[in-house]
């Protein structure tokens, strides 16, 4: 199974601050055959489903804010806000779907300061 | 707008069978644009995948749940369903069916999720 490890666990960043999240996996999720990654990215809220905000590493799903930017290739992504608002309080999750079993990363939580 | 709902009892004995339903809505569960499946979360944690069915009746469980699995589709209720046996308390988690995209054999990642369904496994 491919590991995904998210850093840091959590943060705390100050409104209209940036936020950045990394994650790491543990082999690479870029098809070679389409020069794609397999790495997407979801935010949730509590009480609430992930709502998918990134995918391909750094496609906007439609109607995601543009603060949210992704990127990153092979091992190596970064989720970025680029100013936080008081909605963007929730846990954020980095998901390979390259392989077989999907995985996900442990999530990190993202606070006001 | 394509929409997923989830049912089934919030109680389930220890060792007994826990199944699911996932209701789909607004479009075709037999889209070739479509493939389904599960993922859930135990309180408090993180995701896990748990299984896929693809377009065409191909299915994928997740190892860990070590052959306890099956997902199907019945197409003339377009309704996606999961049994999982032999369950414990490590099975207590929110399960949510979802969605994803699938283009001319490239599958991308869930897009659409259902509300969840909690289940908990308790005598």
């Known amino acids: 199974d491919i590991v995904m490890t998210q850093s840091p666990d959590s943060l705390a960043v100050s409104l209209g601050e940036r936020a950045t999240i990394n994650c790491k996996s543990s082999q690479s999720v870029l098809y070679s055959s389409n020069n794609k990654n397999y790495l997407a990215w979801y935010q949730q809220k509590p009480g609430q489903p992930p709502k998918l905000l990134i995918y391909w590493a750094s496609t906007r799903e439609s109607g995601v804010p543009d603060r949210f930017s992704g990127s990153g290739s092979g091992t190596d992504f970064t989720l970025t806000i680029s100013s936080l608002q008081a909605e963007d309080v929730a846990l954020y999750y980095c998901h390979q779907y390259y392989n077989l079993p999907r995985t996900f990363g442990q999530g990190t939580r993202v606070e006001i300061k | ?123």
């Open chain 2, 1 to 123: 707008q394509l929409q997923l709902q989830e049912s089934g009892p919030g109680l389930v004995n220890p060792s007994e069978t826990l199944s699911l339903s996932c209701s789909v809505s607004g479009g075709s569960i037999s889209s070739s644009r479509s493939y389904w499946g599960w993922i859930r979360q135990p309180p408090g944690k993180g995701l896990e995948w748990v299984g896929i069915f693809y377009f065409g009746g191909t299915t994928y469980y997740n190892p860990s749940l070590k052959g306890r699995l099956t997902l199907t589709v019945d197409t003339s209720k377009n309704l996606l369903s999961l049994k999982l046996r032999s369950v414990t308390a490590a099975d207590t988690s929110m399960y949510f069916c979802m969605r994803g995209s699938h283009d001319n054999g490239d599958y991308g990642p869930s897009d659409l999720w259902g509300q969840g369904a909690l289940v908990t496994v308790s005598s």
